[in-house]
């Protein structure tokens, strides 16, 4: 079975990614996961407040107050709680690049525009195959808008594509207010993808101690379906390439993201839980169960079942909303 796919103009050959995580800290684990048969990895992230003297000051300033931030914890750590600093994550990257026959991406996660975007070049240079750019960003003031803050993110993403000849795929979160819109302006300024969700970890109360507390989750797969939502209206509107991340850790997960329009699937918690011959396991479910039901490659299926193709549009929009509630009254009688 053909399992090719084509993810920021990069031809791998199937379209399982292991996610910005854990695993890709050591390079004894990320030669586990090319074992395993990963078509690339991606490196986690490194921050704004990393690359900069001023941010670093910040990230101490308000190190007990901001509570909410992407891939892997859910407190913004003390300097010496992040994997790397800028130059070990330059040699880690060096290293895994040229260790690795699969691409490498590296990811920055930054919100305003400065001199820590001449990371990216530096990046480019040690070797990675793309570069995955978060944008997160908790508006907690009122005087900011809404179309004033994406209109910073465009242009910091314009800027990064400037930077750069690598492809550049950017994380975004789901709490966008007009999200197939902004996705229209990102492709406009230059993104060659888009990954659809990054998760973010909010705090919780400790009411004994009054004190905010934090912990870890892992994705399940009750988080699939916002991302097959958005992939299936996206990749109906848009031409660049679509990574679906969060929620897949079975067979069936992948070949749900594909067919609402993933050129890829990154996973990162069931490879946590399950280790990295898990992801071996699901490629070769994919092509048994393609095989079973006749397709002949993955390209056939993907976005089979997105907004323009799938049966019932309606469940993509509001149609669907108000079906659910109004056939819910079944279950209270």
């Not at 040699?91 to 919100?111: F, Y």
Request: aromatic content about 6%; overall charge negative.
């Amino acid at each position: 079975m053909d399992l090719s796919t084509t993810y920021l103009g990069i031809e791998l050959p199937h379209p399982l990614v292991s996610g910005a995580g854990p695993l890709s800290d050591s390079l004894d684990d990320l030669k586990r996961l090319e074992d395993a048969g990963a078509a690339a990895v991606v490196l986690r992230s490194l921050f704004e407040e990393q690359l900069t003297g001023e941010g670093m000051a910040a990230l101490h300033a308000i190190q007990d107050h901001n509570n909410s931030f992407a891939e892997a914890t859910s407190y913004l750590p003390t300097v010496e709680e992040f994997a790397f600093g800028p130059e070990e994550y330059l040699e880690h990257l060096r290293r895994s690049a040229e260790a690795l026959e699969i691409p490498v991406i590296a990811s920055l996660n930054g919100t305003t525009p400065g001199g820590w975007l001449d990371f990216a070049k530096q990046l480019a240079a040690a070797g990675a195959a793309a570069i995955e750019l978060n944008l997160y960003h908790l508006p907690t003031d009122p005087r900011l808008h809404a179309v004033d803050l994406e209109s910073a993110m465009l242009a910091l993403v314009r800027q990064v594509k400037a930077a750069v000849t690598v492809p550049i795929a950017v994380k975004l979160s789901p709490y966008f207010s007009a999200l197939a819109s902004f996705a229209e302006g990102l492709e406009e300024v230059g993104a060659d993808g888009l990954v659809l969700f990054n998760r973010f970890y909010q705090p919780d109360i400790d009411p004994e101690r009054l004190e905010l507390d934090s912990s870890l989750h892992l994705s399940d797969r009750s988080e699939l379906p916002l991302r097959l939502q958005w992939l299936g209206i996206l990749s109906s509107q848009r031409t660049l390439s679509l990574a679906c991340s969060g929620g897949v850790h079975e067979v069936e997960d992948a070949l749900k993201a594909i067919m609402s329009g993933a050129h890829s699937v990154q996973m990162v918690s069931a490879l946590l839980k399950a280790g990295p011959a898990h992801l071996t396991k699901i490629r070769d479910g994919l092509s048994h169960w393609l095989t079973e039901h006749e397709y002949e490659s993955l390209a056939q299926a993907r976005g089979s079942m997105n907004l323009l193709r799938c049966p019932d549009p309606a469940a993509f929009t509001r149609g669907n909303y108000m079906r659910i509630i109004g056939t819910s009254r079944r279950f209270l009688s």
